[in-house]
C-alpha cells in the first residue's frame, strides 16, 4: 500500500516539480520585466480572483467532493453510471461557471472594489485592475474543467497527466512576457491575455486521456442527478474546510492593497517561493492519498485507512521540516539568485525576504492542512472541516489586525510581513484542530515511534541550520555576484544542507525505507 503511494507521489512530485521549476522561471521573467510596481500589483489582482475561486471551486471544494464520489460510483456501479456522473457534474458546473463569468465581466469593477478596495483612490491603477480582470476571468471556467478531468484521471491511477497539465499555464506566460507583452501599450494587459490562453491549453491537454478512459463526454445539464445534488451539497461546506489558506491569502491582498505600493508583489513572489515545496510534497502527497482513502472508505477498511494518514503524515515531517529550514535561513539568497535583476530592486529583494521567512514558518501547517482534510473528505464529512476553517480564518483575520496595525502605527518598514505571519499562524491552527478531529472520531490512530522520529527530525534540521546560515554568508556577497555564481552557490547549499539532513537522520537511526513501510 504505502509502496505504492509513494511510488504514485514520486510521479505527481516530478511532474510538479517540473511545473514548479516553470513557475519560477516564469515569476523571474516577471521580475526582471515588470518589477513590483502598480501595474504589476494591478495584474497580480486581476490574476488572483480568478485564481482564488480556482483554488476554492475547482482544486478545492469540487475535487474534495467530487473525487469520493465518483470513486464510490466507479467502486459500486456500473460504468454506464460513472459516465452519466461525469456527464452530468461537467453540464452541471461549466453551466454555473459560464453564467458567473458572464456576470464578473460585467461587474469587475466591484470585484476589484471588493478584492482591492485599496486601488479606489487610485483611478488608473483601479481601471487597469477591472480591464485586466474582464479578460483573465474566463480562465475560472476552462481551469474547473481542467480540475474536473484531472479529478478523473487521478480517481483512475493517471496521476502524471493532471500533474504535467500546469505546466502550459507557465509557458505560455513566459512566450506572452518575452516576446508579445513588449509590443503592448500597456505591457500588463498581455499577461492576462496569456492567462486566458493557457486555460484554453491546458484544457485542450487533458481531452485525448479522458477519450482513452471511455469518459470524454458532451456535457449535459443534471442538477437534478442524484450524484450531482450529493457533491453539491458535500461541496458547499468544503469551500470553507479546503480552502482556508486561500481566503486567508485573499484577505492578505485586501489589507495589502493599503499599504505601500509594491506590497502585493512582494507577497505574490514570497507567496510563490513558500509554493513550490508545498506544491512538489504537500500538494502531491493530498492529491494520492485522497482516491486511495476514498477507496478504502468505499471497502470498509479503517484500519488501512488510518494506517495511511499516519504515513502520509510522516513524510510531512520528514519532507517538511528542512524544506522550512531551507527557505528561512535562505530567504535572502533565493530572492537574489531568483529575481535581482531588471525592474526588481534590492529594496524589492528586502522587502519580499521578510514576508517569505513570515510565510516559510507556516510550511508545515500548509503541508499538514493538505494531507489532514482528505481524511475527512474521503469519508464524505464536509461539516466538521467548515466549523475548523471558519475558526482558522477568522482567527487569521484578528491576527492580521494585530500583527499589522502596531507595525504600521510605530512605523516598521515592511508591515506586510504581519500579514504573511499570521496567515503561517492561522495554518498551523488549521491543521491542529483537523488532527484532533481526526483523532477524536477515532478516525486516525497514531502508531508508535512518533516521539524518537520528531526528536531526530528536529536534531538533524538545527544541524543542517547551522550550516545554511555559517554557509550562505553575508548578503551583500551574493548581490555582488552574478548570475551563475548565483545558482551555483545557492544549488551547492541546497544539496549540501540536504545531505546532511538526511545524513544527521541516517546516523541517528531513520531508514527512510521503513517510513514507505509494507503493506500488512
Known sequence: MSRRLLKSTGIVSAMTTLSRVLGLVRDVVFANFLGAGGATDAFFVAFKIPNFLRRLFAEGAFAQA???????????RSEAEVRDLVQNVAGTLGGILFVLTVLAAVASPLLVMLFAPGFIDE????????????????????????????????????????????????IVLIGIVIWVAP????????????????????????????????LLVWPK?????????????LMLPAIFGSSVAQVNLLFDTIIASFLVSGSVSWLYYSDRLVEFPLGV????????????????????????????????????????????????????????TLFHYG??????????????????????????????????YARQDTKTPVKIGIIAMVLNMGLNVAFVVPMVMLGFEGPHAGLALAT??????????????LRREGVLQVLPGWGLLALRVVIASLVMAGLLFWGAGDLSDWLQWGLWQRVGQLVLWVGVGSLVYFGVLLVLGVRLRELVGKRS
Open 123 to 170: 483611478p488608473e491603477r483601479f481601471d487597469l485592475t477591472a480591464e485586466m480582470l474582464r479578460i483573465t476571468f474566463p480562465y475560472l471556467l476552462f481551469i474547473s474543467m481542467v480540475a474536473l478531468s484531472g479529478s478523473i484521471l487521478n480517481s483512475f491511477g493517471r496521476f502524471a497527466v493532471a500533474a504535467f497539465t500546469p505546466v502550459f499555464l507557465n
Open 343 to 376: 525592474a526588481f530592486d534590492i529594496q524589492d529583494v528586502d522587502m519580499a525576504r521578510l514576508s517569505l521567512m513570515a510565510y516559510s514558518l507556516g510550511l508545515l501547517g500548509f503541508i499538514g492542512v493538505k494531507v489532514l482534510a482528505p481524511g475527512f
Open 221 to 233: 445539464w443534471g442538477m437534478r442527478d442524484e450524484g450531482v445534488r450529493r457533491i453539491g451539497k
Open 66 to 76: 467530487f473525487v469520493p464520489v465518483l470513486t464510490e460510483y466507479k467502486t459500486q
Open 183 to 214: 509590443n503592448f501599450d500597456k505591457p500588463v494587459v498581455a499577461l492576462a491575455w496569456g492567462v486566458f490562453i493557457a486555460g484554453i491549453v491546458q484544457l485542450l491537454f487533458q481531452l485525448p486521456f479522458l477519450k482513452r478512459l471511455g
Open 424 to 437: 503561517a499562524c492561522s495554518a498551523f491552527i488549521n491543521a491542529g484542530l483537523l488532527f484532533r478531529g
Open 281 to 336: 510534497f504537500g500538494i502531491a502527497l493530498a492529491t494520492v492519498i485522497l482516491p486511495s482513502l476514498s477507496q478504502k472508505h468505499a471497502a470498509s477498511d479503517p484500519q488501512d485507512f488510518s494506517r495511511t494518514l499516519d504515513w502520509a503524515l510522516r513524510w510531512v515531517l520528514v519532507i517538511g521540516a528542512p524544506a522550512t529550514i531551507g527557505l528561512f535561513v535562505l530567504s535572502g539568497p533565493i530572492l537574489v
